[in-house]
């Protein structure tokens, strides 16, 4: 059986659920409520060195990282493929997914906002602000590399859900939770609104989780 260890606001664990219903991939899921700390747990850390979720017990292994396990997933079921096209189109749904998983979502990581909190005095609206900061400026350039891509969508690079989207639509997620204008990003809040009405996507939504508490917070 698979199992995701995750939580239902992760991100990274919401990237996992998005590509294993694409995928087709039926799986259970352990919830590690972050809010509460339980992801730096002895018994959580033996899972994970650095506390983090997502993990992925999959075909008797046990795997960390979701840009790692994103590319498992692909590798060993390759329909739908998250990464079509030619060697540079490759590249291009991989920068997009770089420009989120490696500038925007590292900085505004649980940890990192209770660390501003703690160390540099910042209350909830200094947070807010950093988290708008960053994702603003890392929204602006997806917006531009979207625009010179030039595709017809309806998703990020085309016709198909790719990796791309796999990692937009959960930070755009956190873009309406931190109260980024996402409007001001066309096509982004386009190939965000498709994805999210994919049936893949929509079963991957943070609400839809078993673990999402009825007050959505
Ligand atoms: N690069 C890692 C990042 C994982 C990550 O940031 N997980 C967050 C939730 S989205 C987490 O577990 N945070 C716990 C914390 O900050 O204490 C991946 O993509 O798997």
């Known amino acids: 059986m698979t199992i995701l260890h995750g939580y239902w606001r992760s991100s990274a664990a919401y990237r996992l659920r998005i590509a294993l219903n694409l995928k087709g991939l039926d799986y259970d899921q352990i919830s590690v409520n972050l809010k509460d700390g339980h992801q730096r747990d002895a018994a959580h850390k033996a899972l994970h060195p650095?506390?983090?979720?997502p993990v992925l017990n999959m075909d008797g292994e046990q795997l960390i990282q979701s840009p790692a396990i994103l590319e498992y997933l692909d590798e060993t079921h390759p329909e739908p493929a998250l990464l079509p096209g030619s060697a540079a189109d490759r590249a291009r749904i991989r920068a997009y997914a770089a420009v989120i998983g490696c500038d925007i979502h590292?900085?505004?990581?649980?940890?990192?906002?209770?660390?501003?909190?703690?160390?540099?005095?910042?209350?909830?609206?200094?947070?807010?602000?950093?988290?708008?900061?960053?994702?603003?400026?890392?929204?602006?350039?997806?917006?531009?590399?979207?625009?010179?891509?030039?595709?017809?969508?309806?998703?990020?690079?085309?016709?198909?859900?790719?990796?791309?989207?796999?990692?937009?639509?959960?930070?755009?997620?956190?873009?309406?939770?931190?109260?980024?204008?996402?409007?001001?990003?066309?096509?982004?809040?386009?190939?965000?609104?498709?994805?999210?009405?994919?049936?893949?996507?929509e079963a991957a939504r943070p609400e839809n989780q078993p673990d999402a508490p009825e007050d959505g917070h």
């Not at 595709?151 to 956190?174: H, K």
């Open 106 to 201: 590292p900085i505004q990581n649980l940890r990192i906002l209770q660390y501003i909190r703690s160390e540099y005095g910042q209350d909830a609206e200094g947070v807010k602000a950093w988290c708008q900061r960053w994702i603003s400026d890392g929204f602006g350039a997806l917006e531009k590399m979207a625009e010179a891509d030039n595709r017809s969508g309806p998703y990020l690079f085309g016709a198909q859900p790719t990796l791309a989207d796999i990692y937009l639509v959960p930070q755009m997620y956190n873009a309406r939770r931190f109260g980024v204008a996402v409007e001001d990003y066309p096509h982004l809040s386009a190939a965000d609104e498709a994805a999210r009405a994919h049936p893949a996507f």
């Open 50 to 53: 650095q506390g983090f979720v």
